[in-house]
């Protein structure tokens, strides 16, 4: 055999170990992007879980969200600036939902019901108010596609959901 012929052989072997390399490489990204995408998902829950756990725990400030999100201006100051912490929490969590199913991150199966509770609670008119004096605090795509996705099944809010009214005041028995 020629030193040519060692040297085609050679080539070819290496070629082969390249191929070998890439395809290696490929399944290792498409592993690591699934496990991007379970911990994108899991922060996602368990960051939206964490708020309504702080919600959950505080009658008082159950009661002053409800009646927040029906009508944000009846509240006193101080209930107004708790509830608008809330509200920008929310949203934020809600921000961070809406990029990370941009980047592919959140299914399209689950991000509907996302898509629904998010635009559900943006609906709410105490939210609106709130959002007109907060709006530029959030990025331009997410502002615009909460002002115009139509919001395609109707979800029950708070007040109707629980039976709160939401004129009650805030530290009534609930």
Do not use: C
């Amino acid at each position: 055999m020629s030193l040519d012929a060692l040297g085609n052989i050679g080539e070819f072997v290496g070629s082969i170990g390249v191929l070998v390399s890439l395809l290696y490489l490929a399944i290792q990204i498409k592993k690591n992007t699934e496990a991007e995408r379970v911990s994108a998902y899991r922060a996602i829950v368990s960051d939206f879980g964490h708020m309504n756990e702080t919600l959950a725990s505080n009658q008082g400030l159950t009661q002053t969200y409800v009646q927040g999100m029906e009508d944000f201006d009846a509240l006193a100051s101080g209930e107004k600036a708790q509830v608008s912490q809330v509200f920008y929490m929310t949203f934020r969590y809600f921000e961070n939902m809406y990029y990370q199913h941009r980047r592919g991150y959140v299914e399209d199966e689950l991000w509907k019901g996302w898509e629904r509770i998010m635009l559900t609670y943006f609906a709410r008119p105490g939210f609106q108010s709130w959002w007109r004096a907060r709006r530029d605090v959030f990025s331009e795509s997410f502002a615009s596609f909460l002002e115009n996705t139509p919001l395609d099944r109707p979800v029950a809010s708070y007040a109707e959901i629980t039976g709160l009214s939401p004129h009650a005041n805030a530290d009534a028995e609930v």
